[in-house]
């Protein structure tokens, strides 16, 4: 007779140590060969535009362009505001049925669930900076999302400079003065009732709308300067 047949309980116990480490080691192993769940892609084909500042990738992944806002194009019964076509038109003669580059920020996702991306072509021509020397968009600066502040801020000088686009209206002041926020980014008219909210540390009075542009502000989406 065996030794084992003599202690039953400690051989069936044996047993199941030995399946259990069996077991854990296949798993440890089916998990370090499993697929590694992929980010955001570092280029991909364009598939369709939007608008001037949001287009969609192969696979169905929207894409918002960081650091500019375009004009919008009509929509919820509202018409489409000054350039928005043009702009589009811009956006997809540069990257419909073509490979880009994306280049990211530290904040890769907007609350849409939107990439963020600075966008290039294979000539290293950074897209958004195209937009604005166009004058077909402004600087829209979200921090921790400012990488390219100075070649975007740039390229909207050169437009204002030459009155390019949207600079044919937009530089027309009907305030004596304007207040920005530096949390924010934004400057709004006077009465707005965002301004009244801006903390005293972060308020700067400017007193030209060009002033505000030139320093990396944009305006306030309810009172619209």
């Known amino acids: 007779m065996s030794i084992e047949s003599f202690f039953p309980q400690k051989t069936e116990t044996r047993n199941q140590k030995t ?50 806002d375009a004009p919008e194009m009509a929509r919820e019964g509202r018409p489409a505001e000054f350039l928005a076509h043009k702009s589009k038109d811009l956006l997809a003669g540069l990257t419909q049925g073509k490979v880009v580059r ?15 991306a600075y966008l ?20 829209y600066f979200h921090a921790p999302n400012v990488r390219h502040r100075d070649a975007l801020l740039a390229a909207q000088t050169e437009a204002m400079d030459a009155r390019r686009g949207r600079w044919q209206k937009a530089l027309n002041q009907d305030e004596p003065y304007y207040l ?3 949390h924010t980014l934004r ?39």
Request: positive net charge; aromatic residues 8%; hydrophobic residues 45%.
């Open 187 to 225: 400057f709004h008219r006077p009465n707005c009732p965002l301004a009244g909210k801006i903390a005293a540390a972060n308020r700067l009075k400017v007193q030209s709308i060009k002033q505000a542009y030139l320093e990396g502000f944009s305006p306030c989406r309810s009172c619209k300067p």
């Open 180 to 182: 920005a926020n530096r």
């Open 102 to 116: 994306l280049e990211y920020d530290q904040l890769r996702y907007d609350h849409y669930g939107r990439l963020l």
């Open 19 to 68: 399946i259990f480490i069996i077991f854990l080691l296949v798993a440890i192993l089916a998990w370090g060969c499993a697929p590694k769940p992929q980010g955001p892609p570092q280029q991909a084909l364009v598939t369709q535009v939007l608008d001037g500042d949001t287009l969609v990738l192969a696979g169905g992944q929207r894409v918002r362009l960081l650091g500019i």
């Open 120 to 139: 290039f072509l294979p000539d290293h021509t950074l897209i958004n900076a195209e937009l604005l020397r166009q004058g077909l968009a402004h600087v």
